[in-house]
């Protein structure tokens, strides 16, 4: 059975960081495309962060992914966070090498983590 984990979010200073990190269980990560999502309050949810060289312009140059394939685990590295950031933080698998910015393309996701930056 195919489990991704989530973890990591909490509440933070605008300004702060935060590194979320999602556990996989049932598959290799290291074979799969990952995709970063969330959905703030009140909001629709939108795709965040693929691989390193995908930067959605909300989040460009302040959010950054990697991976540790020995432990089956992907993070996204928050830095200067905004209240605008808030959200639930998703982690989702895909198979197949091609980036994709809708959540339905992808195979697995997890069920959140809750990330709450002050102003």
């Known amino acids: 059975q195919v489990q991704l984990v989530e973890s990591g979010g909490g509440l933070v200073q605008a300004g702060g960081s935060l590194r979320l990190s999602c556990v996989a269980s049932?598959?290799?990560?290291?074979?799969?495309?990952m995709g970063w999502f969330r959905q703030g309050p009140g909001k629709e949810r939108e795709f965040v962060k693929g691989s390193s060289w995908s930067y959605p312009d909300s989040v460009k140059g302040r959010f950054i992914t990697s991976r540790d394939n020995a432990k089956n685990t992907v993070f996204l590295q928050m830095n200067s966070l905004e209240p605008e950031d808030t959200g639930v933080y998703y982690c989702a698998v895909r198979q197949g090498a091609l980036i994709r910015s809708t959540w339905e393309d992808y195979d697995y996701w997890g069920q959140g983590t809750q990330v709450t930056v002050a102003s």
């Open positions: 049932g598959l290799t990560l290291s074979t799969y495309t």
